[in-house]
């Protein structure tokens, strides 16, 4: 019965767990991840080409702007090749090739502005991170944590020399209270032997009363009234042996009351010496006489009295020298104590000041960061359609300079020319015929890397007018041209007809390294090469290594499992306290 109440309690706990975790959950928005396994991206390496088809029908050139012909570079029947400049149009008013010149320098300006201020703007941000990781106390080996472990370090060493402080002095507070016990004992009895020697003389208590009545009279016969004042004096000694003295005790630890009972003890030596110089009047005021006080009994007196005398000296002097020992040893040890403590409290209040600056800090710097962020965002978008007009721009030029420059599409022979230099054309005149005599193929250019990738008859796929045909490598020359680069040739079907018309070849192959877009490499604050992965419902960045780069693809060199679950979309903004992570 127990197990089953057990059971139902927590089942319950989970629940109301559950019912706040979906709460909290319902004020996150939705946040969809597109991801891709490594093994899909195996299918997606081509070399990608882009030519010029090319066929055996004749062609005729046209003009496509409205100029006077300057040059004409061939004659009727002469061999043209592709790409061969045939005529030039002039360009005395519009200037095309300044124009071309100034959209590209603009275009450059426009590239070069944009990475400067990209990579500006980068150093910002990543300065304020560092700022802000430094700033952050729960960081190992951050500025703020270290600076915080100084301060601690130093509170514990404070502490640690109060402790060791108290310790040293330990034996030397041990020793002033084994003195301070012995000269209490030694006070005590030499008070007590002052106290019943004279008591003896002057008869203040019971105990010796009616000793020495034979000399009573002879004390105080010149002056009665020192009698009297040395009488009280020793009255008020014995009250104070009783009382104060009773009361001294050096059992304690070590405090004020030190002090105290040492004024105790110093107050007691001032009384001996004021009764001790009293009596030594009283016995000078004294008179001999015949059987009870002689001149003999009075030098004796007088000779005790000097005696316990030069013992308060001797004993006086004693406890004065401890006592300024003692003294002065306390107020160094108070003084080194209190300051000690006044060192741990200032730093424990430094450290809570430098916390609270802390915190002001990273609020701020937080507030910048943000702002650097979306400054970039901005800026990079203000920057990257600047790039996008100086583009269009030049594209622009380049089409209306290239207007100018009538050039051979294919191999072939001049068949008819039907301009003269000097002559003002229009848009779509002919100027000239050209006959193809060349095969139905197309001729695709390879540098030595790429064609330790390809064989004859490897499959190549042309895209034309939304169409794919699957067309054949059937040559591949083994001897580079001037440019370094090897030719193949790709035929394709007799009927073809697109002259003028540029197609992308694409010619698959493979690598033993795993390959994906570039698009999806990134670098992270370290400069180091990363990819965001997904895994347990979190999105986390790998570090990798990189290889050739081929088109749009790269080849990692890092081993990468094929079921590994590779990112395609932007992350970057995701805030787990804001979002939820979906698989779209």
Not at 259 to 279: A, E
Not at 313 to 326: M, P, R, T
Not at 484 to 490: A, E, N, Q
Request: charged letters at 25%; glycine letters at 2%.
């Amino acid at each position: 019965m127990k197990k089953i109440l057990i059971i139902i309690a927590f089942s319950l706990f989970l629940l109301s767990c559950s019912e706040e975790e979906i709460i909290e959950d319902a004020k996150k928005q939705d946040f969809f991840v597109e991801t891709k396994s490594v093994i899909d991206f195996w299918d997606s390496l081509y070399l990608k080409k882009t030519w010029k088809l090319t066929s055996s029908q004749d062609i005729n050139l046209s003009s496509q702007a409205s100029w006077r012909i300057s040059n004409i570079y061939v004659k009727e029947w002469d061999y043209v090749k592709i790409w061969d400049i045939i005529s030039r149009l002039s360009d005395s008013v519009a200037n095309y090739w300044f124009a071309l010149e100034r959209a590209k320098n603009t275009l450059n300006k426009a590239n070069i502005n944009y990475d400067t201020s990209e990579s500006s703007l980068n150093k910002r941000i990543s300065d304020i991170e560092i700022g802000l990781s430094n700033l952050k106390v729960d960081e190992s080996n951050s500025k703020s944590s270290l600076e915080l472990e100084k301060i601690d370090n130093s509170i514990k060493k404070i502490a640690l020399d109060y402790d060791n402080l108290k310790i040293a002095n330990y034996q030397s507070i041990i020793w002033f209270k084994n003195s301070m016990w012995k000269d209490l004992t030694s006070f005590i009895t030499y008070i007590d032997d002052v106290i019943d020697f004279s008591d003896r003389i002057l008869w203040v208590t019971t105990k010796n009363k009616d000793e020495n009545d034979s000399f009573e009279d002879y004390l105080w016969a010149e002056n009665s009234a020192q009698l009297k004042e040395s009488e009280n004096l020793l009255l008020a000694l014995i009250n104070y042996r009783n009382n104060e003295l009773a009361g001294v005790n050096f059992n304690f630890e070590w405090s004020s009351l030190f002090d105290s009972n040492i004024s105790v003890i110093s107050n007691g030596y001032s009384k001996i010496n004021i009764f001790l110089k009293s009596l030594d009047s009283t016995f000078d005021n004294s008179i001999s006489s015949l059987g009870s006080l002689s001149e003999a009994d009075i030098s004796w007196y007088k000779n005790s009295i000097n005696w316990h005398q030069w013992t308060y000296n001797l004993n006086n002097a004693w406890f004065i020298s401890l006592k300024n020992w003692i003294s002065s040893f306390l107020d160094t040890f108070r003084n080194t104590e209190a300051s000690l403590l006044k060192q741990i409290e200032l730093l424990e209040s430094d450290k809570k000041i430098y916390v609270k600056s802390l915190d002001i800090s990273l609020e701020l710097d937080q507030s910048t960061l943000n702002e650097a962020i979306s400054n970039k965002d901005l800026t990079l978008r203000q920057l990257s359609a600047g790039i996008t007009d100086a583009n269009i721009s030049y594209k622009q030029a380049l089409d209306n300079y290239n207007k100018l420059i009538i050039r051979s599409p294919i191999n072939g022979t001049i068949g008819s020319i039907f301009s003269d230099v000097w002559q003002e054309v229009w848009p779509w005149t002919i100027l000239f015929n050209i006959s193809n005599n060349a095969s139905n193929e197309i001729s695709v250019a390879f540098s030595k890397k790429e064609l330790g990738f390809i064989k004859s008859w490897d499959t190549a796929l042309i895209n034309f007018n939304n169409e794919v045909f699957t067309w054949s490598i059937y040559s591949i020359s083994g001897v580079a041209d001037s440019n370094l680069k090897y030719l193949s040739k790709i035929a394709f079907p007799e009927w073809s007809n697109i002259i003028w018309d540029i197609v992308n070849v694409d010619i698959a192959f493979s690598t033993w390294k795993n390959v994906l877009p570039i698009n999806l490499i990134k670098i992270d604050n370290s400069w180091r090469w990363i990819i965001n992965v997904f895994s347990w419902w979190i999105i986390e960045q790998k570090n990798i290594e990189l290889w050739d780069i081929y088109n749009d693809q790269i080849e990692v060199l890092t081993k990468l499992n094929n079921d590994l679950k590779i990112v395609t979309n932007y992350v970057d903004n995701f805030d787990e306290e804001k979002f939820i992570l979906k698989i779209k």
